[in-house]
């Protein structure tokens, strides 16, 4: 059992380093810094976990990817794969990350209706939490 206890030692701890690394580079706000505006065709929609994402195209040809919620959270709020479909266009608002096309979305208007807004448990949206705003 001695001779073990090294290969269950480095096996647990590796196992550690890669969760944690996962971990970290997954979860916040923090490297989404600027407040960003957009109108996009949505060409994909991956409503899955970890975080249900879209991805669409600008005007110049871009292709951007838009974070949202997780899922379970998303659903419970109303928005579905129904909400919004591909080749319709979106106007969001959120956050920009500083070296990728990708924003971190408060808000979704499809047309003139707002039908998304990242929300937390309890029913708090990031812009409360982040922005200091009630509202989109």
Known sequence: MKRFLPIIFFTIMFMGLLTSRYS???H???YYKDDFRLTLIV?????????????????DGRTWNLV??????NRRYGF???T????????IFGRK???????????????????????????????????GQQDC
């Open 80 to 82: 579905d794969e129904n």
């Open 68 to 73: 949202l919620a997780p899922p379970a959270r």
């Open 97 to 131: 990350h500083p070296e990728k096309l990708e924003i971190k979305v408060h808000c979704l208007y499809k047309g003139d209706s707002l039908v998304y807004t990242y929300r937390y448990y309890f029913g708090r949206t990031s812009l409360q939490r982040y922005g």
């Open 84 to 91: 919004i479909l591909v080749d319709q266009e979106i106007h």
């Open 24 to 26: 970290f580079a997954h």
């Open 43 to 59: 060409t994909e929609l991956k409503l899955r976990n970890p975080h249900d994402q879209i991805i669409g195209m600008d005007s």
């Open 28 to 30: 916040g706000w923090s």
